[in-house]
């Protein structure tokens, strides 16, 4: 049943507006009544007490601010009378009480077709990756994408130039500017114009980058932690490495970066070449199409086979948020988290600003005490970086959060958690370290949306959930991203880069958990290789985090 607000925990003292509300509309819940005193628009939250300055103010159960300026019973919630405030924490404080596992039945038969790989691990796609250990081979890597894709059957972008010949000629035929601003152009035809050469193979991945000299020599090293990290990717059949020589990143600090994922050694191909051994670009070029070539043949030698769910590691990511993330779109993804933990898989929380405000939530689900200090202390200097550069998580919300009702960091983190589910955590990673136990693992990473995706699969996802309110079309190169909308009418605004819509929560359509099962259903479906959105628009966003302050 479609209602006016909802309240999301007992002990909360504000209401969220599900539509629009005029001023004097009346809303009730769970048998108290109160009239809206000015318009609320949908997505805010409206007082359900009168909240003098200083008065706390809680959502999902913890404090998520502090009212600024007295606000009354019935009042809209705005940056102007309220600001960001959280609970303290005790990282020695653990309950660690029994958990709750959902039930499971009806999936633990259930089996997805993935890569199976040497290590054990298995992957959702199967990828050759040609990638640069070094910003100075970034031009070398885009040759190689000129000479490959086409004709090997990967071209994937839209093409817009049928769209420039047709205002050339216009332009030629005499029509003045009125006349081609108000021309409806021809749409763009797809590409893909002619079959793969290696059906086996998803696609080859040319990633760039602006790292591995300069800065300092941990940025190197970390740079190398994460290339690794998607060399060694149960997504990745063997890859293609470009070296200048001279630069900070080293082959040798790739390769131990690389042996420490593998402790059996890496079992795939892995070709790396050094330009300044080499010689010249047509060498280097050459060679490089020889190798990449002969590694696609082997590559293609890999079939998809079934696997248990207890294979799959998710990410959980979310960007563009609105205020209903964390009511529909976040949970819901939440109870996949749970249904993927019961089943022995492995989920990934991680953008640490936004588990500001509910870190002894997760101080208290730390399965000892190890874990949780590790968090607190990683939590604890992210928070100290940023105030040292004069900034903070309170600055965390963009403009489009707060305007779609997400008016302070405590309020977006809390919704922002929920994506993590309610299973105890089991490991605390610091980026770029990667997942080697099922459950829950905590990853330390930005809350920009592709240093966090990016991260995340250099972690080990092999399927990444990504909630929207507001939409964004943000993709990986080699881990499908799965675009969740938190409301109806984005999916309805932006139906080509969304694959799922959690509105239906909103709508009174469906349930939380009836929601989550509906995404668990699709990650098994994209994980044996039905495409999402940002594959088919070719959105391979990467972007490696440089360990400076970045929100």
């Given at each position: 049943m479609?209602?006016?607000?909802?309240?999301?925990?007992?002990?909360?003292n504000?209401?969220v507006?599900?539509?629009?509300?005029?001023?004097g509309?009346?809303v009730?819940?769970?048998?108290?009544?109160?009239?809206?005193?000015?318009?609320?628009p949908?997505?805010?939250?409206?007082?359900?007490?009168?909240?003098?300055?200083?008065?706390?103010?809680?959502?999902?159960?913890v404090?998520v601010g502090k009212a600024?300026?007295?606000?009354?019973?019935?009042?809209?919630?705005?940056?102007?009378?309220?600001?960001?405030?959280?609970?303290?924490?005790?990282?020695?404080?653990?309950?660690?009480?029994?958990?709750?596992?959902?039930?499971?039945?009806?999936?633990?038969?259930?089996?997805?077709?993935?890569f199976?790989?040497?290590?054990?691990?298995?992957?959702t796609?199967?990828?050759?990756?040609v990638?640069?250990?070094v910003f100075?081979?970034?031009?070398?890597?885009?040759?190689?994408?000129?000479?490959?894709?086409?004709?090997?059957?990967?071209?994937?972008?839209?093409?817009?130039?049928?769209q420039?010949?047709?205002?050339?000629?216009?332009?030629?035929?005499?029509?003045?500017?009125?006349?081609?601003?108000?021309?409806?152009?021809?749409?763009?035809?797809?590409?893909q114009?002619?079959?793969?050469?290696?059906?086996n193979?998803?696609g080859?991945?040319?990633l760039?980058?602006?790292?591995?000299?300069?800065?300092i020599?941990?940025?190197?090293?970390t740079?190398?932690?994460?290339?690794?990290g998607?060399?060694?990717?149960?997504?990745?059949?063997?890859a293609?490495?470009?070296?200048?020589?001279?630069?900070?990143?080293?082959?040798?600090?790739?390769?131990?970066?690389?042996?420490?994922r593998s402790?059996?050694?890496?079992?795939?191909?892995?070709?790396?070449?050094?330009?300044?051994?080499?010689?010249t670009?047509?060498?280097?070029?050459?060679?490089?199409?020889?190798?990449?070539?002969?590694?696609?043949?082997?590559?293609?030698?890999?079939?998809?086979q079934?696997?248990?769910l207890?294979?799959?590691?998710?990410?959980?990511?979310?960007?563009?948020?609105?205020?209903?993330?964390?009511?529909?779109a976040?949970?819901?993804?939440?109870?996949?988290?749970?249904?993927?933990?019961?089943l022995?898989?492995?989920?990934?929380?991680a953008?640490f600003?936004?588990?500001?405000?509910?870190?002894q939530?997760?101080v208290?689900?730390?399965?000892?005490?190890?874990?949780?200090e590790?968090?607190?202390?990683?939590?604890?200097?992210?928070?100290?970086?940023?105030?040292?550069?004069?900034?903070?998580?309170?600055?965390?919300?963009?403009?489009?959060?707060?305007?779609?009702?997400?008016?302070?960091d405590?309020?977006?983190?809390?919704?922002?958690?929920?994506?993590?589910?309610?299973?105890?955590?089991?490991?605390?990673?610091?980026y770029?370290?990667?997942?080697?136990?099922p459950?829950l693992?905590?990853?330390?990473?930005?809350?920009?949306?592709v240093?966090?995706?990016?991260?995340?699969?250099?972690?080990?996802?092999?399927?990444v959930?990504?909630?929207?309110?507001?939409?964004?079309?943000?993709?990986?190169?080699?881990?499908?991203?799965?675009?969740i909308?938190?409301?109806?009418?984005l999916?309805?605004?932006?139906?080509?880069?969304?694959?799922?819509?959690t509105?239906?929560?909103i709508?009174?359509e469906?349930t939380?958990?009836?929601?989550?099962?509906r995404?668990?259903?699709?990650?098994?479906?994209?994980a044996s290789?039905?495409?999402?959105?940002?594959?088919?628009?070719?959105?391979?966003?990467f972007?490696?985090?440089?360990?400076?302050v970045?929100?």
């Open positions: 479609k209602h006016l607000v909802a309240k999301i925990h007992p002990d909360d504000v209401l507006a599900l539509q629009d509300l005029p001023v509309t009346p009730t819940w769970d048998g108290t009544t109160v009239t809206t005193t000015e318009k609320i949908a997505k805010h939250k409206l007082a359900l007490q009168f909240l003098a300055p200083g008065d706390p103010v809680h959502m999902y159960g404090l600024a300026q007295a606000i009354g019973v019935g009042g809209l919630l705005t940056t102007s009378n309220m600001r960001h405030a959280t609970d303290s924490y005790d990282e020695h404080r653990q309950h660690r009480p029994e958990w709750p596992a959902p039930e499971v039945s009806q999936w633990q038969e259930r089996t997805f077709q993935g199976h790989r040497p290590d054990g691990r298995v992957g796609a199967n990828y050759w990756l990638i640069p250990l100075c081979e970034n031009r070398n890597i885009q040759v190689l994408e000129e000479a490959l894709v086409n004709d090997l059957g990967y071209a994937r972008r839209k093409s817009y130039q049928p420039t010949q047709e205002l050339i000629s216009l332009l030629r035929a005499g029509k003045t500017v009125e006349e081609i601003l108000a021309t409806d152009l021809h749409s763009a035809e797809d590409g114009a002619r079959p793969r050469l290696f059906p193979v998803d080859v991945r040319f760039t980058h602006e790292g591995g000299c300069g800065g020599r941990q940025d190197a090293q740079l190398c932690g994460l290339l690794a998607y060399i060694t990717h149960p997504n990745v059949a063997g293609t490495v470009l070296s200048l020589g001279c630069q900070n990143a080293q082959v040798s600090m790739l390769q131990a970066e690389i042996d420490r402790p059996g050694g890496l079992q795939k191909p892995l070709y790396i070449l050094e330009q300044q051994k080499i010689g670009e047509e060498a280097l070029i050459s060679t490089a199409l020889r190798q990449t070539f002969a590694g696609l043949m082997l590559a293609n030698q890999a079939t998809r079934p696997a248990p207890s294979k799959l590691c998710i990410g959980l990511e979310c960007g563009g948020s609105d205020g209903f993330s964390g009511i529909s976040n949970p819901a993804v939440g109870h996949v988290s749970d249904l993927l933990v019961a022995g898989g492995s989920v990934i929380l953008e600003p936004e588990l500001c405000g509910v870190e939530e997760l208290d689900r730390s399965v000892d005490t190890a874990t949780a590790r968090f607190s202390s990683l939590m604890k200097a992210y928070g100290d970086s940023a105030v040292a550069v004069g900034s903070g998580f309170d600055m965390n919300p963009s403009p489009g959060n707060i305007r779609d009702g997400l008016i302070t405590a309020m977006k983190s809390a919704g922002a958690a929920r994506k993590g589910g309610s299973s105890p955590v089991v490991a605390v990673l610091d770029p370290e990667l997942v080697t136990q459950g693992n905590l990853l330390c990473t930005p809350g920009n949306d240093e966090s995706t990016t991260a995340e699969v250099g972690s080990g996802a092999t399927v959930l990504f909630t929207t309110g507001l939409g964004t079309p943000t993709g990986n190169p080699i881990a499908p991203v799965v675009k909308s938190s409301n109806t009418a999916a309805r605004r932006m139906p080509d880069i969304i694959d799922l819509n509105g239906t929560v709508d009174g469906e939380i958990e009836q929601a989550g099962a995404i668990l259903d699709y990650v098994v479906r994209v290789g039905e495409e999402v959105a940002a594959v088919r628009h070719d959105q391979t966003d972007i490696p985090w440089k360990r400076g970045s929100l």
